[in-house]
């Protein structure tokens, strides 16, 4: 195992000062050492809106410098790099060397894949093939790295970077560092998220479907449903972080008679921003976004934007009636007035950071939750 403090030492001995990307669980101990860091030192932190936004970066920070940066992400990012890196980065076009930093969910051991949540299965079973197929040398690390292994692993593969002209990467299983000390969350005058979504439920009641976001705010919806017995049709968009709100737009288009909700979270919003240009023009979309300014599901790092005031953007985006609530209470008038207009309504609802540590994951397996979701708002299958 690693620590993180020494290991980014060494990254930063090798030249690395510039690191741009979206958080991982699996390292976020990695991403605390860089934001602990970021400023002094001259080191350089952006937490990106996507992944392919910070490979976007890393390429710039190339032109300017001559200096490769890293980029760091979730292997289930890796899909929004991919264009960025095989139309630009790679050898074949600008060549411009990179090092990814990679978090492997769902990494495979001896062939076999490790227990982790379904949307993890696929994309965890094709990285090192998928980092192949892009011609992205790459090296492992787990909890069985030495740093002395680690430091060379990564000193490789910036050499192969440079001198092959493209990006490297290397990819992290669980467990390859060392949990550094928590700083305990600052307190928030803002309703907790949960509290926040069971109010939003209240109202909605069980008519109005909801499509809800990557990470806990889904997994808050359903233990909720679940526990209060609840049969709001609910579908949890476990995976394509960014992309609820395209789902929710999609369903309104499909059933036009009803109100649709969206569950977003601010992440997510920033992740494909784009989308709320056509998101705004659904009539009968309801959109919450529960806003925390961080990435809370994988330890909390502040996001792209976490200052920006996000229904002002959403009325820029044309959003026909916007609300920012900030008190329990603020909720359910918002909400009642969204259901009572006839145009879309987005709602910005800040919470606080932070969620229960014993909040539990959905069982079922995806396919079907997708039918069992798709026969509660009547939907035949054909
Ligand atoms: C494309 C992609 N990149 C990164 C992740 C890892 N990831 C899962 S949830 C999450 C944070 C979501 O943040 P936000 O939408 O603000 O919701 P919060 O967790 O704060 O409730 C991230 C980065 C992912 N699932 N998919």
């Not at 101990?29 to 080191?43: K, N, P, V």
């Not at 593969?157 to 700083?183: C, E, I, Q």
């Not at 240009?277 to 790092?301: P, R």
Request: charge should be negative; proline fraction near 6%; charged fraction near 20%.
């Amino acid at each position: 195992m690693l620590d993180a403090l020494d290991f980014l030492d060494d990254l930063q001995s090798l030249g690395l000062n510039e690191f741009f990307g979206v958080p991982d669980t699996v390292l976020s101990d990695l991403i605390s050492a860089i934001e602990a860091r970021a400023g002094g030192d001259g080191l350089t932190l952006r937490v990106t809106s996507n992944e392919g936004a910070a490979a976007g970066l890393a390429m710039g920070s190339y032109l300017g410098s001559g200096k490769p940066a890293a980029v760091f992400l979730q292997n289930s990012g890796l899909g929004n790099l991919v264009n960025p890196l095989t139309s630009l980065a790679s050898a074949k076009v600008y060549g411009t060397p990179m090092l990814m930093l990679i978090g492997w969910r769902g990494e495979l051991r001896d062939g076999v894949q490790v227990k982790d949540e379904p949307q993890h299965g696929f994309q965890g079973e094709i990285t090192l093939p998928m980092l192949d197929l892009l011609g992205v040398p790459h090296q492992v690390i787990g909890p069985d790295s030495s740093r002395a292994v680690a430091s060379e692993a990564a000193s490789w593969m910036l050499s192969s970077a440079k001198y092959g002209g493209k990006p490297a990467a290397l990819v992290f299983r669980k467990d390859s560092f060392y949990p550094l000390p928590k700083d305990s969350r600052p307190d928030s005058r803002f309703p907790r998220r949960e509290d926040a979504i069971a109010e939003a439920l209240s109202v909605l009641g069980r008519d109005t479907p909801v499509v809800a976001t990557t990470g806990k705010i889904s997994r808050e919806l359903h233990e909720l449903l679940y526990r209060k017995s609840l049969t709001t049709p609910a579908f949890l968009t476990v995976g394509g972080m960014g992309h609820a709100a395209m789902i929710a737009t999609g369903l309104a288009s499909g059933m036009p008679d009803r109100k649709v909700a969206c569950f977003d979270g601010d992440g997510a919003l920033y992740m494909h921003a784009g989308s709320l240009a056509t998101s705004a023009k659904a009539d009968n979309l309801i959109h919450l976004v529960f806003n925390n300014q961080v990435h809370d599901s994988v330890g909390g790092q502040a996001t792209a934007g976490s200052a920006l005031q996000l229904d002002v953007i959403a009325a820029a985006f044309g959003y026909s009636a916007v609300a920012r609530v900030t008190e329990i209470d603020d909720i359910a008038p918002a909400i009642q007035a969204a259901m009572a207009t006839p145009k879309s309504s987005f709602i910005e609802i800040m919470v606080a950071p932070g969620a229960r540590p014993d909040l539990g994951r959905p069982k079922e397996h995806p396919t079907e939750a997708k039918f069992a979701f798709m026969r509660a708002i009547g939907t035949s299958v054909d």
